[in-house]
């Protein structure tokens, strides 16, 4: 969705879309990342304003998506409501010197060049935002068997398990002289 900056009022006008997010599922394949899918659409409920030239953008993403578990990596649902905010401000012309500190207050901003603001590109970086590092199907899952590869999960291995933790052997045949 494209919004002209002409158009956004400064009091809040609300708005209720689709915006399609298949595009991350292309960019996620070409890295050869399994760990999400994500849906042709998410709703998105978006309220946007504007302070002089400043722009301000609060709402809300929901959807349904995929995730790849990263104990026992099966396939699971992974429901997706998060909110955010964001101000876009005028792009600066740069310096005579080229780069510029940023200062604390600039941390939080985007910035716009044209008259018009695609909402695709801000969408999609929210959504990536709300994905956690570590997709879990939950808390609780036991993940897989070090040794057969066992779902935890669903199977009993008969595997021998000490419980010691086999990266640590070498340190186990050390002879330490007192």
Known sequence: ?????DEIPQTPKEIDFSESVEELNHLYNRQNNQDFGFP??????????????????RGRLRGQLTARC????EEFDLPLDRSFDF??????????????????????????SS??????????EQVMLALPTRPLCGENCRGLCDQCGANLNRDNCNCSNTGQDPRMAPFRSLKVGR
Not at 70 to 73: K, N
Not at 87 to 112: V, W
Not at 115 to 124: F, G, M, R, V
């Open 1 to 5: 969705m494209k919004i002209s900056v």
């Open 40 to 57: 042709p659409t998410l709703d998105v409920y978006l309220e946007y304003s504007r302070s002089g030239a400043d722009l301000f953008f």
């Open 70 to 73: 990263g104990r026992c990596l």
């Open 87 to 112: 101000i876009l401000t005028p792009e600066n012309k740069t310096s005579d010197h080229g780069a510029e500190e940023l200062r604390r207050e600039d941390l939080g901003l985007s910035h716009y």
């Open 115 to 124: 008259d018009e603001i695609d909402l695709a590109p801000l969408i999609a």
